[in-house]
């Protein structure tokens, strides 16, 4: 690991350690939360996973690329790009953004920018990081230690935040999931 590639991995996970402190939600007017412990959940397999995909990294030998240092700099360049969309889908949605799945005061369907293509942007954009943390780490298996498992818990995740946004907005979230993919333009 060298500096470019510890300083960027550092950004990324005190970003997102803010997002998580700062977006929380929970004002007196907001609806309880239906998280039902989803980011708990999450931040538990981040943390598992990426402990021993860089664990396995240091200790197997199965490369993406033989020449790991242009592999290095694909999936650290995927990890700004991943950060990027996730920075544009939360300001884009902007106060109705939270890290936990709450239903805010005078909450509504967002329907434009990037919304009219993904219903997810935000978890498109993590995943992307996540993508590029395990091509950084130039090895198959570490690729895959860090990337199924979240994938899976985000869209667990994925799936009690629709349910929660269909109970809330009936027949228009429903439209709206017919017209948009969630978190593949137009794949898924």
Same mark, same amino acid.
């Given at each position: 690991?060298?500096? &470019?590639?510890?300083?960027?991995?550092?950004?990324?996970?005190?970003?997102?350690?803010?997002?998580?402190?700062?977006?929380?939600?929970?004002?007196?007017?907001?609806?309880?939360?239906?998280?039902?412990?989803?980011?708990?959940?999450?931040?538990? +397999?981040?943390?598992?996973?990426?402990?021993?995909?860089?664990?396995?990294?240091?200790?197997?030998?199965?490369?993406?690329?033989?020449?790991?240092?242009?592999?290095?700099?694909?999936?650290?360049?995927?990890?700004?790009?991943?950060?990027?969309?996730?920075?544009?889908?939360?300001?884009?949605?902007?106060?109705?953004?939270?890290?936990?799945?709450?239903?805010?005061?005078?909450?509504?369907?967002?329907?434009?920018?990037?919304?009219?293509? &993904?219903?997810?942007?935000?978890?498109?954009?993590?995943?992307?990081?996540?993508?590029?943390?395990?091509?950084? &780490?130039?090895?198959?298996?570490?690729?895959?230690? +860090?990337?199924?498992?979240?994938?899976?818990?985000?869209?667990?995740?994925?799936?009690?935040?629709?349910?929660?946004?269909?109970?809330?907005?009936?027949?228009?979230?429903?439209?709206?999931?017919?017209?948009?993919?969630?978190?593949?333009?137009?794949?898924?």
């Amino acid at each position: 690991m060298n500096t &470019l590639s510890s300083i960027i991995y550092m950004v990324w996970f005190l970003s997102e350690i803010l997002l998580h402190r700062i977006l929380r939600g929970g004002a007196a007017e907001d609806k309880k939360s239906k998280d039902k412990g989803s980011l708990a959940y999450i931040w538990i +397999i981040i943390l598992i996973c990426i402990n021993a995909a860089v664990y396995i990294s240091f200790k197997t030998h199965f490369p993406i690329r033989q020449d790991g240092g242009n592999m290095t700099y694909i999936g650290l360049s995927i990890i700004l790009l991943g950060m990027l969309l996730r920075f544009y889908a939360i300001a884009s949605l902007g106060r109705l953004f939270t890290v936990v799945v709450t239903i805010r005061k005078d909450h509504h369907v967002k329907k434009d920018g990037i919304y009219a293509v &993904l219903r997810h942007p935000s978890y498109a954009g993590s995943l992307l990081s996540f993508l590029g943390f395990g091509l950084s &780490l130039n090895n198959w298996i570490s690729l895959v230690v +860090i990337f199924i498992p979240v994938l899976a818990a985000f869209i667990y995740r994925m799936d009690i935040e629709e349910k929660v946004l269909t109970e809330q907005f009936g027949a228009e979230y429903s439209d709206y999931m017919k017209h948009t993919s969630r978190i593949i333009p137009w794949i898924y």
